[in-house]
């Protein structure tokens, strides 16, 4: 009779063994970052009422993280100007990589994989040159960097894979920035955010810049529907107290259709979009404002505010089979339903910007 250990060994060898998946990591339903009472830096995987399953040290205070689709792996990245990249085994713990960008270059908090998990692409900032950056790693061959392309823009930030058409979408900030100035931004009358369509070997298929007025709307964080609409979040680098929109829509091809726009409480946002979601069905639209302390909801279709919640530095927000899930900095987890809003969950960690869903 042959042994268990023979019979696995044939499995490997025919490439018939079962692969480990998100379900050996206790099937976590959202990432975040986060900070111990202590100071320490932290990667989580979280349930869907935000009960931790795993958490991993990080070298200095995360920002965002991608989840491999199929492998259960997650990327951290730094927040900017950081410039590391922590590739973990979210089963043991463990550290498979620590990605670094080369000379002149740092990460900007956010990445994401190819469809089929085998290329990681990073934003990064080539601060030398003033320029945006998308990083390619091999992620099937020990995340090796294979390749770079701009990014279409200055300062690009979050970036997703596309649903109507093969490639990505990056958030170009428009703000440029340098290491050795701190966060200090070194281009604001000049300013051009704008988002780009691009293919996964750099091709710019599409590109939408905010009117003239809007130029200090520096665009940051994104969100996709399912028919490929785009949902982005913008922070305003201009004197505050205008009625200015936070929150957009866009399709390739068409102009952005800005929500709330001319709506006062928009104001409430304190001109600072931290996060932004759609609703499932993709019939709303949220995005929240730590400097606010509020998560706003908009219908999609006719762009009217509809729902406020005031949530003390809340930031994060993501999706759920009930509406949406928001993570604040007091450690907290709140679910946001048509019926209103309640907490689910509250740990001793702050949660930082972002929850990311794992779908």
Not at 25 to 36: E, M, Q, T, V
Not at 105 to 120: E, I, K, M, Q
Request: aromatic residues 6%; neutral net charge; proline residues 7%.
């Amino acid at each position: 009779m042959a042994s268990r250990r023979g019979f696995l060994a044939g499995l490997l060898a025919t490439g018939l063994a079962p692969q480990a998946s998100w379900a050996s990591a206790g099937s976590p339903a959202f990432l975040s970052a986060g900070k111990d009472a202590s100071g320490a830096f932290l990667l989580a995987g979280l349930t869907e009422d935000g009960e931790i399953l795993f958490r991993h040290p990080l070298p200095g205070r995360g920002h965002a993280a991608a989840a491999h689709p199929t492998r259960p792996e997650a990327v951290a990245f730094a927040r900017r100007p950081g410039r590391f990249a922590d590739v973990i085994d979210c089963r043991t713990g463990a550290a498979i990589a620590r990605l670094e960008p080369p000379a002149g270059r740092h990460f900007y908090g956010h990445g994401t994989f190819s469809p089929d998990g085998a290329r990681l692409f990073t934003t990064e900032n080539d601060y030398e040159n003033a320029r945006g950056i998308i990083g390619v790693w091999d992620a099937a061959d020990g995340y090796k960097r294979i390749g770079a392309f701009a990014s279409g823009g200055i300062g690009p930030h979050d970036m997703l894979l596309r649903r109507d058409a093969p490639g990505l979408v990056i958030a170009n900030g428009g703000i440029e920035t340098h290491p050795g100035s701190g966060r200090a931004k070194l281009n604001l009358p000049d300013m051009r955010p704008n988002l780009s369509y691009l293919g996964f070997d750099g091709t710019l298929q599409d590109q939408m810049e905010l009117p003239r007025v809007l130029h200090l709307n520096s665009i940051r964080h994104l969100a996709m529907r399912t028919d490929g609409t785009v949902g982005f979040a913008m922070q305003w680098q201009g004197d505050p107290g205008e009625i200015l929109p936070v929150a957009g829509l866009h399709k390739p091809g068409n102009p952005p259709r800005l929500m709330a726009d001319g709506d006062p409480r928009v104001l409430n946002l304190k001109s600072y979009g931290g996060s932004v979601a759609f609703l499932a069905d993709g019939s709303k639209i949220g995005v929240t404002s730590p400097r606010g302390g509020v998560l706003q909801v908009m219908d999609t279709g006719t762009g009217v505010l509809l729902q406020e919640h005031r949530m003390t530095d809340v930031c994060g927000l993501a999706m759920s089979r009930a509406g949406f899930t928001a993570s604040t900095g007091t450690g907290q987890f709140f679910g946001i339903s048509a019926s209103g809003m309640r907490r689910l969950h509250r740990s001793d960690l702050a949660w930082d910007n972002h929850l990311i869903p794992l779908v």
